[in-house]
């Protein structure tokens, strides 16, 4: 957490230490090379909470981009958005689809918050989690298959990447951690306006790609999910940990692909 002597003004907080923000969410977020300066402790993912939309620029736009590529194969629409997918998950070393394979195997298989907690750390994988995963990704690489033209499906997996990221500062600072280690805990809780700034970021750069229709559309589905994760995961487990954030993650994006898929002209 920054321990400043001199507190700056409102406007220096806003518009300072970017750099450090953005090179600390992709060091935890991504398995891209990213190095900050000074010490770096887990505590400082919270303060970081408000570039993790822009990690998501960086996310989506590997996967777009390589979307894009083996388009240009005339490759089988299908196979294009596996392929972008795969790229995407290879820059996230698979971070959140191993979030959403554990809430789903601790929710579905454990009968008391202790054993639900229990099978969420635990490194296997259960049914509940593979079907969760290729359900997952089956409806996420079918919808950008459908969206007309590679240059729409590639908009699509960057927008919902950066939303789907924008969002999750706002859930880790409303909601309360369901346990008191591992790396949620030791995260933090980031400030409000810290989260405020990362949905805002993530709101106009859904704009700027899908335009404003989609957008609006895609927003309030993807407030809907976040806050339908939300709920289930306080009545489970009690509040949220890494592998809620990270399953949270995938519902949103895939809400905001439905809301392209289902309304991209």
């Not at 635990?122 to 969206?147: E, H, Q, W």
């Not at 009545?235 to 809400?255: F, H, K, M, N, P």
Request: net charge neutral; charged share 15%; aromatic share 8%.
């Amino acid at each position: 957490m920054r321990n400043d002597d001199t507190a700056p003004s409102p406007w220096g907080a806003l518009f300072s230490g970017w750099g450090r923000d953005v090179a600390i969410a992709g060091m935890f977020l991504t398995r891209l090379p990213f190095r900050a300066k000074g010490d770096i402790a887990t505590s400082d993912l919270a303060d970081a909470g408000r570039a993790f939309p822009l990690i998501g620029v960086l996310v989506g736009g590997f996967g777009g981009g390589a979307l894009m590529g083996v388009a240009e194969l005339d490759l089988h629409p299908l196979a294009c958005a596996f392929i972008g997918l795969a790229v995407a998950a290879l820059v996230t070393g698979g971070l959140h689809e191993d979030g959403l394979a554990d809430v789903v195997d601790g929710f579905g298989g454990g009968a008391d918050k202790t054993s639900k907690l229990r099978i969420m750390r635990d490194s296997r994988i259960g049914a509940y989690g593979v079907l969760a995963l290729v359900f997952s990704v089956g409806i996420k690489a079918s919808i950008i298959a459908g969206l007309p033209g590679p240059g729409m499906a590639a908009g699509a997996l960057l927008g919902a990447a950066v939303m789907s990221r924008g969002i999750l500062p706002m859930m880790m600072y409303i909601m309360p951690m369901a346990r008191s280690d591992g790396l949620a805990a030791g995260a933090g809780r980031p400030l409000g306006s810290s989260a405020v700034v990362a949905f805002f970021i993530g709101a106009l750069f859904v704009w700027s790609i899908l335009g404003f229709k989609i957008a609006l559309l895609a927003l309030i589905a993807a407030m809907i999910s976040a806050v339908v994760m939300g709920m289930l995961a306080h009545r489970q487990i009690g509040g949220y940990t890494g592998d809620v954030l990270g399953a949270t993650q995938q519902v949103t994006e895939i809400s905001v692909l439905m809301m392209a898929g289902a309304f991209a002209l």
